[in-house]
């Protein structure tokens, strides 16, 4: 019973997120273990066409050294960590305007789309410290055709154009100049930075429009100013400082505005070496239609006593109890998303009258959610898997929102989970994307079901230490060894995340370590145990066994006994990502490496083409090309031909003989080996000098 109200919770607390949308999530890592080795590669291959659904770009830790361009819409950029994710430049807006027409590309990251996300990343521009003294340098736009360049002059980390909607959550922004974090858009803009630090010179912290800082850290190294505002379009546009610090070089004034401007600072506090000197107007031709608008709240200084221009001095028609984010931008966006995020506006504002709120600001985060993780949590079964399907052959789609008839059918198959799977990616997937929700939200719901997947992953593997595709159900194929699909290394790779603490599973409960290292030794037991061998040689293997004797078997009807020229590939690689390998890992590493160029097929390709003959409209066929070298899915295990089935479960020599429907709706032919034998092998084979 406590486990149906545990699940009935579950599927009320999730109610409200069923109409949540998805986020595709690619990976840069400078390592080559992620989707990109650079940021900018990764924006660049997002879909160009208009998009409402945000993308989310995780940037493994790393020191980029590269310019960032954002045109798109609905981009997030997430770090592990803003100390060790950083992007760098070193370069001054005057040397840039020398040659281009305007800012965009001054700064370490460049948007012009909106919906944009920063998280967890430094932003640097490092041309005042690399540059001590003044730069001569050609410009062609200057009439003697050289240019000196200050070493403190405008130096941007981020420089905004048509933006609005724009997230910053615990980046570090530095430069050596000014205006450091520029986010200018005095038409429509809209800014919320939170935990953030930012540092550099005079205004370099420079919003146009609307903006929202709250618990960031300013670092001032000019005398002039650290921040400044252009509100001149709309006379309620304003900057909002919450909860904010500022320290910096002896003497250093607040901030400075040359045009119509608004300022809140509320529960802000000041270094005791900051200039006694308020916000000031700095005299020009612009003319100030709304006065001066400098408004503060419960500021303090520390270590000294307070300045008297910033006493409480807010505007009589506005409270600060009727502080929260939708009043910063005049209710046109809440940059919080939840009910619980709402809740945190209150804490806010509470702390601004000078209470102490930090438990409840950090509750409200705890309690965010993530829409797909919460889908999650409904689907996982009670022994911990999750299924493939859901309503018949209907794959799962987080994205689906399902009504009551429809939870009550998924519901009925939780204590059973008899299509509880580790096919197609089913509970690996779930619990790679959980742990990284859990970092992201702190959903404890989120650990624990990741937790209890890697329960069911250990409690799925067999004694001989392969994995079956089903677990519970054991009926037809579902109980076999299961390579296909690479179903039993995903399982592999989970538990050696979790070993190794990498890929977020560092979150993992440490007792699980042993665990699992328990069952990658008995997997690997199970390769090395399963491995074909022809004549007395080590070849590849097949994609599944008999779960007792470990001799190949027939799957589906057209997925025979054979030797695999795929799912051998992922086999090889997680061999070789085992530290310090043994010699039966080494010796199975070669075979099939020798094996797999024994049996490529070079001059040929495998092309989709029209056929209008056909029910399909197309067809697949085997084409000479002089360039391409491809590999056969199945091999036979004695000879190394390759075959091909249809439904009639009849091996065909060529692929013309395969009905269409199964002829264009498999992967016959691939090139799967191609990148392991050319590149990952050899660096393997230098790294523990292997002999070949």
């Known amino acids: 019973m406590n486990s149906i109200k545990k699940l009935i919770l579950i599927l009320a607390a999730v109610t409200a997120v069923q109409f949540g949308m998805a986020q595709t999530t690619i990976t840069v890592a400078q390592d080559g273990s992620g989707n990109f080795r650079s940021i900018q590669e990764a ?11 945000q993308r989310v770009i995780s940037v493994k830790n790393g020191t980029y050294k590269e310019k960032i361009f954002i045109d798109n819409n609905f981009i997030t950029l997430r770090g592990e960590n803003p100390e060790q994710t950083i992007v760098t430049i070193s370069l001054a807006r005057e040397e840039w305007r020398c040659d281009n027409k305007d800012d965009y590309g001054v700064a370490a990251i460049n948007l012009r789309g909106s919906d944009i996300v920063l998280e967890n990343i430094s932003f640097l521009n490092t041309f005042g410290k690399d540059n001590t003294a003044d730069k001569e340098i050609t410009c062609a736009e200057e009439s003697t055709g050289k240019k000196t360049i200050k070493p403190y002059g405008h130096q941007m980390a981020l420089r905004s154009f048509n933006t609005t909607r724009l997230i910053v959550k615990n980046c570090i922004f530095r430069a050596w100049g000014g205006d450091t974090v520029s986010p200018w858009n005095t038409d429509e803009g809209m800014f919320y930075f939170k935990d953030c630090i930012m540092e550099g010179g005079v205004d370099f912290y420079c919003p146009r429009g609307w903006a929202l800082a709250e618990n960031c850290t300013f670092i001032c190294h000019d005398k002039n100013a650290a921040i400044w505002h252009d509100g001149s379009k709309y006379e309620k546009s304003k900057t909002v400082l919450l909860n904010c610090k500022f320290s910096g070089d002896d003497g250093f004034k607040l901030g400075r505005y040359h045009r119509d401007a608004q300022f809140y600072l509320l ?60 009043w910063v931008y005049d209710y046109k966006w809440n940059p919080l998303k939840s009910e619980k995020n709402k809740e945190e506006s209150a804490a806010m504002a509470a702390t601004a009258t000078g209470l102490v709120v930090g438990d409840a600001t950090d509750a409200a985060a705890k309690t965010a959610s993530d829409p797909i993780a919460d889908k999650m949590l409904i689907y996982q079964r009670k022994n911990g898997g999750w299924p493939k399907h859901f309503q018949g052959n209907r794959n799962v789609d987080y994205k689906r929102v399902l009504n009551d ?19 197609n990616e089913a509970t690996t997937k779930e619990i ?10 702190k959903n404890e719901a989120y650990l624990k079901a990741a937790e209890q997947g890697i329960d069911y992953l250990l409690k799925a593997q067999y004694a001989n230490g392969g994995w079956p595709q089903y677990y519970p159900d054991f009926s037809s194929y579902r109980s076999q060894v299961t390579y296909n699909d690479n179903a039993m290394i995903n399982v592999l790779n989970v538990l050696q995340n979790v070993v190794l603490g990498k890929n977020d599973f560092d979150v993992i409960d440490k007792t699980y370590i042993e665990k699992c ?7 690997i037991d199970c390769i090395i145990k399963t491995q074909i061998k022809q004549k007395g040689k080590l070849t590849a293997w097949c994609a599944q066994y008999n779960a007792k004797t470990l001799v190949p078997e027939t799957a589906r009807k057209f997925e025979l006994a054979s030797l695999s020229g795929s799912e051998s590939v992922g086999i090889v690689r997680f061999l070789m990502q085992q530290p310090d390998p043994s010699k039966e890992i080494i010796t199975a590493v070669n075979a099939a490496v020798e094996w797999f160029e024994k049996v490529k097929i070079v001059g040929y390709n495998f092309v989709e083409v029209k056929a209008p003959n056909e029910a399909s409209g197309k067809d697949k066929v085997l084409v000479k090309d002089d360039n391409a070298v491809i590999w056969a899915r199945f091999y036979n295990l004695e000879i190394n031909e390759p075959f091909f089935t249809g439904r009639d479960s009849q091996p065909k020599k060529t692929i013309a003989e395969v009905e269409n429907e199964r002829r264009i709706g498999y992967a016959w032919y691939g090139v799967w080996p191609e990148n392991l034998i050319h590149t990952e092998y050899p660096k393997w084979v230098e790294k523990w000098k292997v002999k070949k």
Do not use: H
């Not at 008839?405 to 096919?423: F, M, P, Q």
């Not at 290292?517 to 997997?523: E, Q, T, V």
């Open 43 to 53: 924006i660049n291959s997002l879909p160009k066409e208009d998009n409402k659904i």
């Open 267 to 326: 529960n802000c506090s000041f270094a005791k070496n900051m200039a006694d000197a308020d916000i000031y107007l700095v005299p020009t031709e612009n003319k100030i239609q709304w006065g001066r608008r400098i408004y503060y709240y419960n500021c303090k200084r520390e270590g000294g006593k307070d300045y008297a221009w910033y006493k409480n001095n807010l505007p009589a028609d506005f409270g600060i109890n009727e502080f929260n984010e939708p």
């Open 405 to 423: 008839v429809e939870l009550k059918e998924l519901r009925s198959g939780y204590d059973e989970g008899i299509d509880a799977t580790i096919d």
């Open 432 to 441: 790679k994307y959980l742990v990284k929700a859990y970092k992201a939200y």
């Open 517 to 523: 290292n328990a069952a990658i030794k008995k997997g």
